[in-house]
């Protein structure tokens, strides 16, 4: 059965399709096998990081797809991310680049700020105490806006940021973000964030749109349990995961599951030819809240910019 997929606009005048695969740390015969199934399916979007090593992998899939003629360069919308480490303006350039060579592209449609942290070169998720450096998001957003310039990027953007972090980014961004991106779902609806990204024409895209059940790092099943979302399942005679998804596009944001079980890819995908109810979004609005990737392991009561989760998300939890 063939889906239309949502295309959302983005300020730079392009479009961006509302679901994404998203290409956490795996291995890279798995990240191959799943994007050429994935685009298969009909996902033309693709979500990694520098810090998820799956940028390679990605880069060998989708050339194979070009070869093959699954799909054109043009129609695939590829968004990667810069690491903690490389927010000196002088790495920037070059952190693009190399995402640029792994990827077997010319150019990234889009590249965000990972987190609104700055780390000593080579440091990755095992943060000590001396590994934090002044942070500087100004000199850094400056450094990406360079690479728009250049077309090595088309769009740029941030992740993690709260509303008093993008509040600060839009005193002196000479180009709008186009994205942030943040953990988005059922259970953590992004209530305050939400409606301002939408007041400044910043799409808001949804990590974990699922909970990342299985996952060590920040993983639940709470939404795909939840009893609200069960039942109107129950009722669309869809799966949990499903309406989930439909939940997140349906009110206007990007949804960036991760799964590389083949029945699975293509049931998340399978969101476009239904849709919630009003009385659904109400209800599923009324969900009990709470923030599951707190990303404690930024925070350092001793050192580093954020003493506690409260300051890492200006106790918005």
């Given at each position: 059965?063939?889906?239309?997929v949502?295309?959302?606009?983005?300020?730079?005048?392009?479009?961006?399709?509302?679901?994404?695969?998203?290409?956490?740390?795996?291995?890279?015969?798995?990240?191959?096998?799943?994007?050429?199934?994935?685009i298969?399916?009909?996902?033309?979007?693709?979500?990694?990081?520098?810090?998820?090593?799956t940028?390679?992998?990605?880069?060998?899939?989708?050339?194979?797809?070009?070869?093959?003629?699954?799909?054109r360069?043009?129609?695939?919308?590829?968004?990667?991310?810069?690491?903690?480490?490389?927010?000196?303006?002088?790495?920037?350039?070059?952190?693009?680049?190399?995402?640029?060579?792994?990827?077997?592209?010319?150019?990234?449609?889009?590249?965000?700020?990972?987190?609104?942290?700055?780390?000593?070169?080579?440091v990755?998720?095992?943060?000590?105490?001396?590994?934090?450096?002044?942070?500087?998001?100004?000199?850094?957003?400056?450094?990406?806006?360079?690479?728009?310039?250049?077309?090595?990027?088309?769009?740029?953007?941030?992740?993690?940021?709260?509303?008093?972090?993008?509040?600060?980014?839009?005193?002196?961004?000479?180009?709008?973000?186009?994205?942030?991106?943040?953990?988005?779902?059922?259970?953590?609806?992004?209530?305050?964030?939400?409606?301002?990204?939408?007041?400044?024409?910043?799409?808001?895209?949804?990590?974990?749109?699922?909970?990342?059940?299985?996952?060590?790092?920040?993983?639940?099943?709470?939404?795909?349990?939840?009893?609200?979302?069960?039942?109107?399942?129950?009722?669309?005679?869809?799966?949990?995961?499903?309406?989930?998804?439909?939940?997140?596009?349906?009110?206007?944001?990007?949804?960036?599951?991760?799964?590389?079980?083949?029945?699975?890819?293509a049931?998340?995908?399978?969101?476009?030819?239904?849709?919630?109810?009003?009385?659904?979004?109400?209800?599923?609005?009324?969900?009990?809240?709470?923030?599951?990737?707190?990303?404690?392991?930024?925070?350092?009561?001793?050192?580093?910019?954020?003493?506690?989760?409260?300051?890492?998300?200006?106790?918005?939890?």
């Amino acid at each position: 059965m063939a889906y239309t997929v949502l295309n959302f606009p983005l300020s730079t005048g392009k479009s961006i399709p509302a679901i994404g695969l998203g290409l956490g740390r795996i291995n890279r015969s798995q990240v191959v096998e799943a994007v050429l199934q994935a685009i298969k399916v009909g996902y033309r979007h693709f979500d990694t990081a520098t810090i998820y090593g799956t940028e390679a992998a990605l880069g060998e899939a989708l050339a194979e797809a070009f070869r093959s003629g699954l799909v054109r360069r043009e129609e695939v919308f590829i968004t990667s991310k810069l690491w903690s480490s490389e927010h000196e303006p002088e790495d920037v350039l070059s952190s693009v680049k190399n995402s640029l060579s792994l990827l077997q592209l010319d150019y990234i449609d889009l590249y965000l700020i990972h987190w609104p942290l700055k780390l000593k070169k080579g440091v990755e998720l095992q943060v000590k105490d001396d590994d934090y450096l002044p942070l500087d998001i100004k000199a850094t957003s400056q450094a990406l806006e360079s690479c728009v310039q250049v077309g090595l990027v088309h769009a740029i953007g941030v992740s993690n940021f709260t509303v008093e972090k993008l509040t600060s980014l839009l005193d002196y961004a000479k180009i709008v973000p186009s994205v942030n991106q943040v953990e988005r779902h059922p259970v953590w609806q992004q209530k305050k964030l939400k409606p301002f990204c939408d007041a400044k024409g910043i799409l808001v895209s949804g990590w974990s749109p699922l909970g990342s059940p299985g996952s060590a790092y920040h993983g639940t099943k709470d939404v795909i349990t939840n009893p609200i979302v069960e039942s109107i399942a129950e009722k669309h005679e869809k799966t949990p995961a499903q309406v989930a998804l439909r939940w997140g596009v349906q009110t206007g944001a990007i949804v960036l599951p991760r799964s590389f079980n083949p029945k699975r890819v293509a049931e998340n995908f399978e969101i476009f030819s239904w849709e919630l109810s009003e009385d659904d979004i109400n209800e599923i609005s009324r969900t009990e809240l709470r923030r599951i990737g707190l990303a404690d392991m930024f925070c350092n009561p001793t050192s580093g910019p954020y003493k506690t989760v409260q300051e890492l998300w200006d106790g918005d939890l």
